[in-house]
């Protein structure tokens, strides 16, 4: 059976996490944790990381950190992890949901204005398998709004979007950088690991202030347990950053290997007709975390058919993210109700992804290559 996704994880991972089991510093102290946000918002051109438990609190944090009154609205894409919209209805907002670009899968950026609104405080921008958001057209409806821009990146560590491409100073940014706060994940299938992990980045000292009391509990800075809000402990330990420190370190090898897989599984599919790809716009790099296609009407099958046709010639995939209009719990809450998406309905119904691990061989992507061609000629 071809997995997937699995982690691989280098020596370094084990001289790091020994060496902090060695020290016994084992908990949410330790050098580790500082070391680790230091490099990661580094990387990403952010001047402050906070390491938290994983990537759906990171994105409590973030939606906490915005103090919304009960109603306030956030804008986000209907189709994604069910974590971004619940980060906000926990905070007692009211999620606002976009439909998908065809072509990038990401939340389709022109449908925001239509929905900003009095109550709109934020837009929540999530890029999708590996492919950067258009951030330039949010950033600047959240400036002339006056609205928050959290960027979840938790599927694209390392990603590159080409900011201001039409003028002068057009440049590349690193995608958990774009946004006034970015949250990622770092759960075992996603570009950097701790097991389980997250953290949330920002620019803002203040704002990077009031995440760490939010993570910690909001323990009091004269009388520790005299507390003036309501916290989380969302701590991560040492010895995952341990873990996180030494997948930095080594991080242009995963997002070359990632990328080298992605454009082999592109080469190889894109000329045929029976499968869409989320291909590479001219302002984007995608790290293809997960490589994922659509199928056409010509196909003439859902992904469920198609998962089981290459299961049956061991090979694993996972379907596309339902959209939340389409959760039941949601649906239960009264939530989104008579909204329809056809983008998202499309992706979530048609859509499903192949391996997509770093430790995937070229003789692999071949035979899963052939594969797919064999069941779709
Ligand atoms: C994985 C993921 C998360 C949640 O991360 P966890 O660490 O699993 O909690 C959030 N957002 C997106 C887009 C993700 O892919």
């Not at 009154?69 to 069910?82: K, W």
């Not at 921008?125 to 821009?149: C, F, T």
């Not at 995608?175 to 994940?185: E, Q």
């Not at 950097?192 to 953290?199: I, L």
């Amino acid at each position: 059976m071809i997995p997937v996704c699995e982690p691989v994880i280098g020596a370094r991972e084990h001289e790091y996490v020994s060496e902090c089991l060695r020290s016994g510093w084992v908990s949410s102290a330790g050098e580790y944790i500082e070391r680790f946000e230091e490099a990661w918002a580094d990387r990403c051109g952010m001047a402050h990381g906070i390491a938290v438990s994983n990537g759906t609190t990171a994105l409590q944090l973030a939606v906490a950190d915005l103090e919304l009154e009960a109603g306030d609205e956030v804008i986000l894409p209907t189709f994604t992890i069910i974590s971004c919209a619940l980060a906000v209805l926990r905070c007692h907002g009211v999620p606002i949901l976009v439909d998908s670009d065809p072509a990038t899968w990401c939340m389709d950026v022109d449908a925001v204005s239509d929905v900003i609104g009095p109550r709109t405080r934020a837009i929540m921008a999530v890029h999708i398998y590996g492919h950067p958001v258009d951030m330039d057209p949010l950033r600047d409806l959240a400036d002339s709004h006056g609205l928050a821009l959290i960027e979840d990146a938790a599927e694209a560590h390392g990603a590159q979007y080409r900011s201001g491409r039409d003028s002068e100073d057009a440049a590349w940014a690193t995608c958990g950088g774009l946004g006034d706060v970015s949250t990622f994940s770092f759960y075992a299938n996603k570009l950097v690991t701790t097991g389980e992990g997250g953290m949330v980045l920002t620019d803002d000292a203040r704002a990077s202030d009031r995440l760490r009391a939010l993570r910690n509990l909001c323990f009091g800075h004269k009388q520790r347990f005299r507390h003036e809000k309501a916290g989380y402990n969302y701590r991560l330990t040492n010895v995952q950053a341990a873990m996180g420190l030494a997948q930095v370190e080594r991080f242009d090898e995963i997002v070359a290997a990632k990328r080298r897989i992605g454009l082999a599984y592109v080469e190889r599919l894109r000329d045929n007709p029976h499968i869409e790809l989320q291909l590479e716009a001219p302002w984007a790099q995608s790290v293809f975390w997960m490589n994922g296609f659509v199928l056409a009407e010509s196909a003439g099958m859902d992904a469920d058919e198609m998962s089981s046709r290459l299961l049956a010639e061991s090979i694993q995939t996972r379907p596309f993210f339902l959209g939340m209009h389409e959760q039941p719990v949601f649906r239960d809450l009264g939530l989104f109700d008579e909204q329809r998406f056809p983008i998202a309905q499309r992706l979530s119904r048609s859509g499903l992804y192949l391996p997509s691990g770093i430790g995937l061989t070229e003789a692999q992507i071949d035979y899963i290559c052939a594969t797919v061609q064999g069941i779709l000629p």
